[in-house]
């Protein structure tokens, strides 16, 4: 088991997501934003830097946070797919380097004018990821499929459905505790409902290979998320941290607050900003520890 987290929400450069990572205690970053862009598209020269401060720090990279077939991908587009995988063939070379054996992706954006779950953009679907999941197994390399704004976070049974049809051994799922708070679950029936996080989790608990922390609650009244410290939301983060202690999980816990800076929607850059950014990061870690260490007592009192 080990702590790590999208440290971009700590700073914008790398140095600074190694000082808020140092300062946790801990020695994994998951990778996102890099230099204005990410593992894939920064420069030779940035990335010999960021080798270097990495290697210096004693900081290792687990997981890349790409965007590969994310929010903004259109499943029809073909642009999209084939700028999904050039950054993919970019970042395999680099995650060797640097020893990164997962990879955060998604499963296309639902679009809004037509039927996001038709049987005729599933096969498009299913085939466009096959070939992404393809290249990943040829580089022994985990796609780590998010439950985020895309096909397969429509609901747990259209992941379920997804990996079905991909059908690797390297296709596995990181499971966001606060993503389905905000998200129509579109396995029920019209008006959609917010997921439930705990059903969500239930359904596909066994597929799950990473963990994404992060917690909110769905203001209805504004159409709003707003995005809390974990435990204090409506994604039931302290019951799925248990349950998956108890069922034996040992892997990655990534934190992602969204709290002080939602990184595709600000652009903030201010020294203020960046503070509070740093501040909120290395706080948010600490409160997911302490929550952490008390469901590990919890678990354990109730296996004596």
Same mark, same amino acid.
């Given at each position: 088991?080990?702590?790590?987290?999208?440290?971009?929400?700590?700073?914008?450069?790398?140095?600074?997501?190694?000082?808020?990572?140092?300062? #946790?205690?801990?020695?994994?970053i998951e990778a996102r934003g890099l230099h204005g862009s990410n593992l894939s598209g920064i420069t030779?020269?940035?990335?010999?830097?960021?080798?270097?401060?990495?290697?210096?720090?004693?900081?290792?990279?687990?997981?890349?946070?790409?965007?590969?077939?994310?929010?903004?991908?259109?499943?029809?587009?073909?642009?999209?797919?084939?700028?999904?995988?050039?950054?993919?063939?970019?970042? #395999? !070379?680099?995650?060797?380097?640097?020893?990164?054996?997962?990879?955060?992706?998604?499963?296309?954006?639902? !679009?809004?004018?037509?039927?996001?779950?038709?049987?005729?953009?599933?096969?498009?679907?299913?085939?466009?990821?096959?070939?992404?999941?393809?290249?990943?197994?040829?580089?022994?390399?985990?796609?780590?499929?998010?439950?985020?704004?895309?096909?397969?976070?429509?609901?747990?049974?259209?992941?379920?459905?997804?990996?079905?049809?991909?059908?690797?051994?390297?296709?596995?799922?990181?499971?966001?505790?606060?993503?389905?708070?905000?998200?129509?679950?579109?396995?029920?029936?019209?008006?959609?409902?917010?997921?439930? !996080?705990?059903?969500?989790?239930?359904?596909?608990?066994?597929?799950?290979?990473?963990?994404?922390?992060?917690?909110?609650?769905?203001?209805?009244?504004?159409s709003a998320t707003v995005y809390t410290f974990p435990g204090e939301g409506h994604g039931q983060?302290?019951?799925?941290?248990?349950?998956?202690?108890?069922?034996?999980?040992?892997?990655?816990?990534?934190?992602?607050?969204?709290?002080?800076?939602?990184?595709?929607?600000?652009?903030?850059?201010?020294?203020?900003?960046?503070?509070?950014?740093?501040?909120?990061?290395?706080?948010?870690?600490?409160?997911?520890?302490?929550?952490?260490?008390?469901?590990?007592?919890?678990?354990?009192?109730?296996?004596?």
């Amino acid at each position: 088991m080990y702590y790590t987290g999208f440290a971009d929400e700590a700073g914008k450069e790398i140095s600074t997501q190694i000082a808020a990572t140092r300062e #946790l205690g801990w020695h994994h970053i998951e990778a996102r934003g890099l230099h204005g862009s990410n593992l894939s598209g920064i420069t030779d020269a940035q990335f010999d830097d960021l080798c270097g401060k990495l290697a210096g720090a004693d900081i290792s990279i687990n997981c890349y946070g790409s965007g590969i077939a994310n929010w903004s991908r259109h499943p029809r587009k073909e642009e999209d797919f084939v700028a999904g995988k050039e950054e993919l063939l970019r970042a #395999l !070379p680099r995650m060797k380097k640097l020893g990164i054996t997962i990879l955060r992706g998604m499963s296309f954006l639902a !679009p809004k004018d037509e039927p996001p779950d038709s049987p005729e953009l599933e096969l498009i679907i299913f085939k466009k990821m096959a070939e992404f999941v393809k290249l990943c197994e040829d580089a022994g390399v985990i796609y780590g499929h998010e439950n985020c704004a895309n096909y397969g976070g429509l609901s747990n049974l259209h992941t379920l459905k997804l990996i079905e049809a991909v059908n690797s051994p390297n296709f596995k799922l990181i499971f966001d505790t606060g993503n389905p708070v905000s998200t129509d679950d579109y396995s029920k029936p019209v008006p959609y409902p917010k997921q439930d !996080p705990w059903e969500f989790y239930t359904n596909v608990r066994e597929h799950i290979a990473y963990v994404h922390i992060k917690d909110a609650i769905w203001d209805a009244e504004k159409s709003a998320t707003v995005y809390t410290f974990p435990g204090e939301g409506h994604g039931q983060v302290v019951r799925i941290v248990r349950d998956l202690l108890k069922n034996g999980y040992d892997g990655g816990w990534s934190i992602e607050p969204h709290m002080s800076h939602v990184v595709h929607l600000s652009s903030d850059s201010d020294a203020a900003k960046e503070r509070e950014m740093y501040g909120n990061y290395v706080q948010y870690g600490k409160r997911f520890m302490r929550l952490m260490e008390q469901a590990r007592m919890e678990v354990s009192g109730e296996a004596a």
